[in-house]
């Protein structure tokens, strides 16, 4: 009998989910709650404001709004304990550090913010690629009867 099946609190239940995989789910849900409210901040300001380009403001609002689905969706994946939500958090992660490396180059106030993205996407990672996560979400268990 494996270490799943012998915490399970019934027959043919899966055991109740670590605490980082909620954890990673977490990480992602900030990142796309903060995706959606950037994209939402720019489309606003841009309609209202007076932007250079509306085209561009809006563009550009659209498209972090639709960025933030992809964590936002992959949080709810990894609540639920499916295993496919692993990439596209991990995806996620990984497009997050180049970001959090460009607002630390600045010489304003996104530093903070730089320094605030890089720690939860090096968290994010940690959580998403360890023992616990990978056996809650069945990773690499496909094959096996």
């Known amino acids: 009998m494996s270490s799943t099946e012998q915490t399970a609190e019934r027959p043919g239940e899966r055991p109740s989910r670590p605490a980082r995989l909620t954890a990673a789910a ?8 903060a995706l959606v409210a950037g994209g939402l901040y720019v489309l606003v300001t841009g309609i209202t404001g007076d932007p250079d380009s509306l085209t561009q ?9 639709a960025l933030g ?3 936002g969706l ?23 550090l180049p970001v959090a490396w460009q607002l630390l180059q600045a010489d304003s106030a996104m530093i903070p913010a730089g320094i605030a993205l890089a720690v ?4 994010g990672l940690v959580l998403l690629v360890s023992p616990a996560t990978t056996e809650a979400l069945e990773i690499g268990r496909r094959g096996e009867a």
């Open 26 to 33: 977490a990480v992602a849900a900030i990142e796309a709650l």
């Open 57 to 65: 403001a809006v563009t550009g609002g659209a498209t972090l709004v």
């Open 69 to 71: 689905l992809i964590p």
């Open 74 to 96: 992959a949080a709810r994946g990894l609540l639920l304990r499916r295993g496919w939500s692993r990439g596209p958090a991990i995806i996620t992660q990984i497009m997050a």
């Open 120 to 123: 939860l996407a090096v968290t």
